[in-house]
């Protein structure tokens, strides 16, 4: 199974800040990832595909890099909305999985 | 507009069942393979089961395998996801979701396993 560690597991950030999340792959998986905000229990949206393509609606603040095993989620400027749980996943093969997520909390 | 509706869940006791439905609409449902992801209480999404565009190929996450079953209808626009032989770890919101990316998301359906 291919295991996705995401770091850090939570932050605490300013409105305006840059915040970064890093997720690393067990193995090569191209850019077969995905990344999901979550607020408060609801349903995940999903923000990225492909590593590093937006979804249709998701503001341009919201980026992804990387390939491979090593991959980025980068949010320019944090909004208030922005505060929530992201994660990120694995679709190049069975079992899918997922990260462990990243609070990102008000300073 | 892509609308996921999920439902069949509730309180069962251990060892029993429930069949798990996810209505969809707003798409081509049989141009797109589903997906089933579970999150426990305060915890992390977990992968469930996929089912591929035509049935022909369904994939199970090691700690459902042999008691869950994935399936679809095609002509209804519904996956479905029969859970048997349930245990309290298998408590949780379970979401439906298009592809193995996650486009698009259902609300959740609580499924609560206790005696």
């Known amino acids: 199974d291919i295991q996705m560690t995401q770091s850090p597991s939570s932050l605490s950030a300013s409105v305006g800040d840059r915040v970064t999340i890093t997720c690393r792959a067990s193995?090569?998986?191209?850019?077969?990832v995905a990344w999901y905000q979550q607020k408060s229990e609801k349903a995940p949206k999903s923000l990225i595909y492909?590593?590093?393509s937006l979804q249709s609606g998701v503001p341009s603040r919201f980026s992804g890099s990387g390939s491979g095993t090593h991959f980025t989620l980068t949010i320019s400027s944090l909004q208030p909305e922005d505060f929530a749980t992201y994660y990120c996943?694995?679709?190049?093969?069975?079992?899918?999985?997922f990260g462990g997520g990243t609070k990102v909390e008000i300073k | 507009e892509v609308q996921l509706v999920e439902s069949g869940g509730g309180l069962v006791q251990p060892g029993g069942s429930l069949r798990l439905s996810c209505a969809a609409s707003?798409?081509?449902?049989?141009?797109?393979?589903m997906t089933w992801v579970r999150q426990a209480p305060g915890k992390g999404l977990e992968w469930v089961s996929s089912?591929?565009?035509?049935?022909?190929?369904?994939y199970y996450a090691d700690s459902v395998k042999g008691r869950f079953t994935i399936s679809r209808d095609n002509s209804k626009n519904t996956v479905y996801l029969q859970m048997n032989s349930l245990r309290a770890e298998d408590t949780a919101v379970y979401y439906c979701?298009?592809?193995?990316?996650?486009?698009?998301w259902g609300q959740g359906t609580l499924v609560t396993v206790s005696s």
């Open positions: 979701a298009t592809d193995t990316r996650g486009d698009d």
């Open positions: 707003g798409f081509t449902f049989s141009n797109y393979l």
């Open positions: 089912i591929s565009r035509r049935s022909t190929g369904t």
């Open positions: 193995q090569d998986i191209s850019t077969w």
């Open positions: 492909a590593a590093s």
């Open positions: 996943q694995q679709y190049n093969s069975y079992p899918l999985t």
